[in-house]
C-alpha cells in the first residue's frame, strides 16, 4: 500500500512552473554586460557543449524543487494484516435414509435426493463453521466428522444412498450419534439440524432421553419433517412387472419433534415441498449466524529520503559544476 500522509504539500507542484518562468525571467534582467567593438569574431565558434549542458544544469534547480515537495509530502509504503477472531457454530446435519425417504411427493424427485441438494446448499452457505454429517435409519452412523473442508463434506453428502443401513427410523439413536460428535466442541453454538419424515420405531435410546441429554450439554438441535400432509407416492419392487407406485399414509411423529426443539431450545420445521425446505434451511441459516471481530494492523515505512537524499546530491552537484566547470564570465 503505497500513500503520503502529508498530502496536501503537493499542492505546491503547481506553482512550480511559475517559479521556472519568473526565475528565467529575472535572470534574463541581471545578465553582466561586456562592450565589444564588433561581434564578428564570434559568428563562427557556434554554441559550445558546455554551454547547452548548462542549460540542462539549470533545470536540475527545478528538480531539486520537485524532489523536496515530495519528500515534504511523506510518501510512505505500508503493510496491512488483518487477525480475525470468530465465535464459531459447530453443526452437525442428521439426514434420515429410511426406507420412506425414497417416496416420490418431492416429483419429480424422492424426498431423500431433495433434502440432499438442498444440504449441500446450506453447506455452501456457510464460511467459518465447522459442519458434519450423520445418517441414520435403524441404526446410525457419522457419515462425516465435524471438519472446515466443505468439498469434502459435500462429496460424502453425494455419496449418501437410501439401503446404506437396514431400514428403520432411530431417530434417538441419531441425536445420540450427533451429540457425540459435539461432545467435544469447544464452539459457543452447537446445533444439530435433524431432518426426518418418520417416527422413532427403533433403537436402544428414545428421541426425549437423548434430547434432554442434548440439554445438558448446550447443543440446541432444530427439527425438520418432511412429507406431503395427504401422503406419498412410494416406489415398490415387483419381481414380475417392475417398479410400481402405491400410495402411503405419512407416519410424522410431529409431537415428538417439537418436543425434542422445545427441550433443547430449538424449532420444529415441517416441510411439505422443495421450495418449504429450502427456505427453512435459509431460516436457520440466518438465526445461526458466525459472529466475525475484526482487527487490522497497518505498518508503513517512511519513503521521503529516496527523494530527499538524491535532491541534496543534485544540488550539491549543481553548486560544484556551477563553479567549476560550467563557470560562467561574467
Known sequence: MFRFANPYYLLLLIFVPF?????NKIRAKKQAVIRYSSFDIFK???QQNRVIYRKILDLSRILVIILCIIALARPQMGTSSEEINTEGVDIILALDISGTMSSEDFKPKNRLSVAKEVIKKFIQGRKTDRQGLVVFSSQ????CPLTLDYNLIIKLVDKVELGMIKDGTAIGMGIATSINRLRDSNAKTKV?????DGRNNTGEIDPVTAANLAKTMGIKIYTIGVGKPEGAIFPVKNPFFGKNY?????????DILKQIADITGGLYFRADSENKLFEIYKQIDAMEKTIIKRK?????????RYFLIPAFVILAAELILGYTIFLKIP
Do not use: A, C
Request: no cysteine; aromatic share 22%; net charge negative.
Open 19 to 23: 517559479l521556472f518562468y519568473y526565475y
Open 44 to 46: 563562427n565558434l557556434g
Open 140 to 143: 446410525s452412523f457419522t457419515q
Open 192 to 196: 444439530i439440524i435433524l431432518l426426518t
Open 246 to 254: 402405491v400410495k402411503v399414509p405419512i407416519d410424522l411423529d410431529e
Open 296 to 304: 487490522e494492523y497497518k505498518r508503513y515505512n517512511e519513503l521521503f
